[in-house]
């Protein structure tokens, strides 16, 4: 099960799974052709006889039904966006969380194998300024965060519990782009600022070195997340993420290289719940999950340009090769 399929990871996960050979139930709030970035890549997914999707939130019974006879949960629904989980935004993210809850309970009364959780780099808050480790203290600083964190610790504590069937992963995601993203996003919004010459919003100095992870890569460490064998009643909590850091300014330049026109930025002082900066050390997963992220920023940036420039007709990430670019960034 993949719950949030109709979504920007969840769609390149799903159709990654099928072509495994893996049969998917999809679940999501919003129906396939509710959102136009990832609607191609979802109409692929009935190309698979293995694929159906469920219309529900995760608290539906309707899901705890469906999860019978499941072997793994892959769950990604949830809010997302950071700058609105302030005031009475939190609510949507609050909603998450209790979802997660009751998806867990599921699990339990279905007897789920495995649960995989995505979480965010956003947990580490002023820890991400240096290199984040899965074993340094966290401390969000946004209610996003404090969700996320929130809906890993009680995958690990289901897990945990005394006469728990369950194993699980809980993988902190981070900054992530590629085909499908939300336009919202950082790096689709420089591709619009250079196309349309529309300033951007720079919040910060735009100097702190962040993570880059193209879909690909997160499809990949979840799949790995699943078939890692574990001992029903252990959990682990694992950082993914690509092999390049840069800054924003960096980013920038690389796509006013991809396309020709200068990203144009605007100061906009600092923003309430933006970390100093997300840098992933990768060695639990490559111990954990046998991860190494195979496609570099420069590559990534130039994939999603492409599928920018000429929209559905491209391959989906997960399709493309993963010949890693010479970026000259980490």
């Not at 989980?85 to 009751?102: E, K, M």
């Not at 279905?110 to 984040?132: D, E, L, N, T």
Request: aromatic fraction near 6%; glycine fraction near 10%.
């Amino acid at each position: 099960m993949v719950t949030g399929v109709c979504g920007f990871i969840g769609s390149h996960l799903a159709l990654a799974l099928l072509r495994e050979g893996v049969a998917v139930i999809g679940v999501d709030t919003r129906p396939v052709n509710a959102c136009a970035r990832t609607a191609h890549q979802l109409r692929r997914l009935y190309d698979y006889s293995g694929f159906r999707i469920l219309t529900a939130g995760v608290e539906d019974p309707a899901v705890t039904g469906a999860l019978r006879g499941v072997d793994a949960v892959i769950h990604l629904a949830a809010a997302t966006d950071v700058a609105a989980s302030w005031g009475a935004g939190f609510s949507a993210h609050a909603a998450s969380v209790l979802g997660t809850q009751r998806l867990l309970d599921g699990c339990v009364q279905q007897q789920v194998p495995r649960v995989v959780v995505a979480s965010s780099s956003h947990v580490y808050g002023p820890a991400s300024a240096a290199i984040a480790r899965e074993d340094r203290p966290v401390e969000p600083t946004s209610p996003y965060g404090v969700a996320k964190l929130a809906a890993e610790g009680l995958a690990l504590a289901y897990a945990r519990r005394p006469g728990s069937t369950l194993s699980a992963v809980a993988l902190r995601f981070f900054t992530a782009f590629g085909p499908g993203c939300n336009p919202a996003m950082v790096v689709p919004r420089m591709f619009t600022a250079a196309r349309t010459g529309q300033p951007m919003p720079l919040f910060g100095d735009g100097s702190a070195l962040h993570t880059w992870t193209y879909v690909s890569d997160l499809v990949d460490a979840a799949m790995r997340a699943v078939e890692i064998p574990m001992e029903v009643g252990s959990a682990e909590v694992v950082n993914v993420a690509g092999a390049d850091q840069a800054s924003l300014i960096q980013v920038a330049d690389l796509i006013g290289e991809l396309t020709g026109r200068r990203v144009p930025l605007e100061p906009a002082g600092r923003r309430a719940g933006d970390a100093a900066g997300t840098r992933a050390d990768l060695t639990r997963a490559h111990q954990i999950l046998g991860f190494v992220p195979q496609v570099r920023l420069q590559d990534g940036l130039a994939r999603l340009w492409e599928h920018m420039s000429h929209g559905s007709n491209l391959r989906p990430a997960t399709e493309a090769s993963t010949a890693a670019a010479r970026s000259g960034i980490r």
